[in-house]
């Protein structure tokens, strides 16, 4: 995402805007939500920061939509056009959000669900959105994606120039259609909502956490996009392997030697299948069935 | 030598102490000894742990450990573990602790601490003679920033800030040497794909006092550039390539607990990873190659020399 924000952006200065992108990461891990800001103006923009009131915002991962972290309702209004990528009806995902603005949704190509399969989602993104606010030309998008992708070979360049293309018509009934944003004042700025903390005793203030493995509330099984499956037919139980191995304690060994993957923690790094001597573990693409990850299961 | 309770991989202990949930990578090396090393330490410990990438372990009100963590800033984890140690000690000699509810002081930090910047604190404490444990999960340069070269970054790798054709100029720091310099109780490196080898040296560490090092090689799929699936086979071509010497030292002797019979080509080890794909692509860079190479026959061509024992 912060290589679909930088190849927008760069759209829009060839464009002859002023341009402000950026990138914002949470946690810094693999798996961890990141999302990325354009602002564009014919002014000079003095706004600074996190984006308030977005007039689009593109959600490229639709399991992330349920998620507080992710932030995607993160100043929405009737005014946001929303642009998810996912296989669903705009319909059915107005009942499912019940927001006001305009939705609109970006079907992958192809029928492979598989996640990895989606390389290309960066570009597809910016190509998206640069049809959707009417205002970037296919030059000027080529052009970027040239500039801003100038580390890839010639084939990869030409693939994502061709994903950009196609997202870029697939959005033509769109164009234009991104309401431009207010122009804020630096008096009609919200203040910050500050709060005022008195300085305490360090036993007081400091974060202790006064409970033991707490972690094991948060579902890393989210950042799965492969899912290791044992096979009981085949597998040994040669228990310490794949459990000793597992980097997040994610395997446990049950009373009859059988391992036990924790599919609400599993992060899907593959290292048991990749080390299981008798091959009794498979590997399966991760098929987010959105309304389970809506209820924070997914196992 | 005390017999050991891992006589096989069998004897590895089959529950896990350390919570599941952390915000580590996928496939993370790292996180993968420590939960190794953890189950054999045991749930009676305190862990001083300095700024890097497991500060996001316990990120309050979240933790996967269950005892106490302390977090301190990048250079004063030893430091740390003094006050802490210190703390116990009294809280013993006044009688308000038993001897069986005492707590093993174990440091936890990553290579930018242990081979840069907490070196001075780290060589005081030892010069002190601290009862403690320092644990170094070692992935060769600043991992939670973005793989900034560090002390552990080794010859040729590419880094955040040797983006160069011929990546870091200068070489990995031998903490091993500069630790069993000082003379301490116990200096060991591991890896989490000899869990076996691991657990005999953990044991090996807690039947000592004084100041003792596990030195961990963490294979990082972020910051070497690998898929996460391949940490344990990459772990394990460190070691048969000869990259990472699995070795210990104990009363200034040190004794290398498995000598591969057949090294394989560092080429192996080095070629599935992102960070030294500038030495393969767009062309061979074999006066590098040969370099790395040549480092590391040099290190084994000595130790065959003195059978398994460090010259």
Known sequence: ?299 | MSETRFKTVRNLPPDHLLGTGTAMCAGCGGLEALHQIYDILGEKTVFINAAGCMTLLAVYPFTPFRGSWLYTAMASAPAGAQGVRDALDILLERGRMTAAEDLQTVVLTGDGAAYGMGLSATSGAIERGLDFLYICYDNEGYGNTGQQTSGATPHGAGTATNKGALGYPGDKKDLFAIWAAHRPAYVATVIGAEPLDLARKVEQAMQLTGPRLILALAPCPTGWGFDPDATVQLGKLAVETGVWPLKESRGGKTMHTKVPKKRLPVEDYLKCQGRFAHLFVPERKDSVLLEIQAKIDAYWGAVECHGAVDP
């Open chain 1, 1 to 299: 995402m912060k290589t679909a924000s930088r190849i927008l952006g760069t759209a829009f200065f060839l464009e002859g805007f002023e341009v402000q992108d950026a990138p914002r990461y949470g946690a810094e891990r693999r798996g961890a939500p990141i999302s990325a800001y354009v602002r564009a103006s014919h002014r000079e923009i003095k706004e600074r920061g996190i984006i308030r009131d977005p007039s689009l915002v593109i959600v490229a991962d639709e399991t992330l939509v349920p998620m507080p972290a992710a932030g995607v309702f993160l100043g929405l209004s009737a005014q946001t056009m929303l642009l998810i990528h996912s296989r669903e009806a705009p319909e059915v995902w107005r009942d499912r959000l019940n927001v006001e603005g305009p939705i609109r949704t970006l079907s992958p190509p192809g029928e492979d669900r598989d996640r990895l399969a989606w390389r290309h989602i960066g570009t597809v993104c910016a190509a998206a959105g640069a049809r959707l606010v009417g205002v970037v030309s296919r030059e000027a998008l080529a052009a970027s994606l040239k500039q801003e992708l100038a580390g890839l070979n010639a084939a990869s360049l030409e693939e994502n120039l061709d994903h950009a293309r196609w997202a870029y018509d697939l959005m033509e009934p769109g164009q234009g259609r991104v309401a431009p944003g207010r122009w804020l004042s630096a008096e009609a700025f919200p203040r910050p909502e500050w709060v005022d903390l008195q300085y305490e005793d360090a036993r007081v203030a400091a974060p202790a956490i006064h409970a033991a493995m707490t972690s094991e509330q948060v579902e890393t099984g989210l950042w799965r996009t492969r899912r290791p499956v044992i096979d009981p037919a085949h597998c040994k139980r040669c228990w310490w392997l794949c459990s000793t191995y597992c980097p997040d304690s994610a395997i446990r060994v049950d009373e009859s030697g059988r391992p036990q993957i924790d599919y609400a923690h599993c992060k899907g790094c593959m290292v048991c299948v990749a080390q299981c001597p008798n091959h009794a573990i498979d590997m399966i693409p991760e098929r987010v069935e959105p309304n389970a990850a809506m209820a924070g299961k997914d196992s």
